[in-house]
């Protein structure tokens, strides 16, 4: 006589032993901890069937869609499909996942449902933005978004007065920041469209007395 033994295999339970390799159920009358007599030769194999377990993705600041987080549940070695599945997060650029937030950080997110729960939070890097003053001449600002520059102070001439800068170069145009105002850089500024140029604006002295506007 022999004791029926157990077996495992992470990821998956037991459910007993079958006389066919790829058997889904198992046989009932060899159960783990039975004791049998054999009279002949035979080959058991184990039966288990996979547990299901979740993959989350969290957003880590940014967004899938309106959710912050994206998860699947499947049973284990169940393939994923990650189709279209990417957050988003204002100000950054998306630079990977780490497992649990800790760690290398990582590219490739598993292909099939994993033996354990598993979470990966997205890594972001801060966008670059570079502003732009003309005055004749164009200066760069380069800040990460969320930091702050500087709007140059320009010295007055004979004739004009500075009195700011503006998004486009017409005579008309409403002065958006002040020489030496500071500037966040912030995602969806409106002040600025798409951080592009700043133009310099101009009162003209009248020796009349009148004053003009003009932007150049």
Do not use: M
């Amino acid at each position: 006589t022999v004791t029926v033994p157990s077996a495992s295999k992470t990821g998956f339970e037991f459910k007993g032993w079958a006389t066919t390799k790829d058997a889904t159920t198992a046989d009932t009358d060899f159960k783990a901890g039975e004791t049998i007599a054999f009279t002949e030769n035979k080959t058991f194999y184990p039966v288990f069937i996979a547990n299901n377990f979740t993959v989350t993705l969290n957003g880590n600041g940014g967004l899938f869609g309106n959710e912050e987080t994206w998860s699947v549940t499947g049973a284990c070695g169940t393939a994923i499909d990650y189709a279209n599945v990417q957050p988003v997060r204002e100000g950054y650029d998306f630079a990977g996942w780490k497992l649990n937030n800790v760690g290398e950080t990582i590219k490739q997110l598993p292909g099939k449902i994993p033996t354990a729960d598993a979470e990966y939070f997205a890594q972001w890097t801060l966008k670059q933005v570079t502003v732009k003053f003309n005055d004749g001449e164009i200066k760069e600002l380069t800040g990460d978004y969320f930091s702050t520059v500087t709007a140059p102070a320009l010295e007055d001439t004979e004739s004009h007065t500075f009195r700011g800068w503006a998004a486009t170069d017409s005579a008309d145009a409403e002065i958006l920041y002040q020489g030496g105002e500071t500037i966040t850089l912030n995602p969806g500024e409106t002040l600025v469209v798409d951080y592009g140029q700043n133009f310099a604006g101009w009162d003209a002295f009248d020796v009349q007395g009148e004053a003009g506007t003009v932007v150049h």
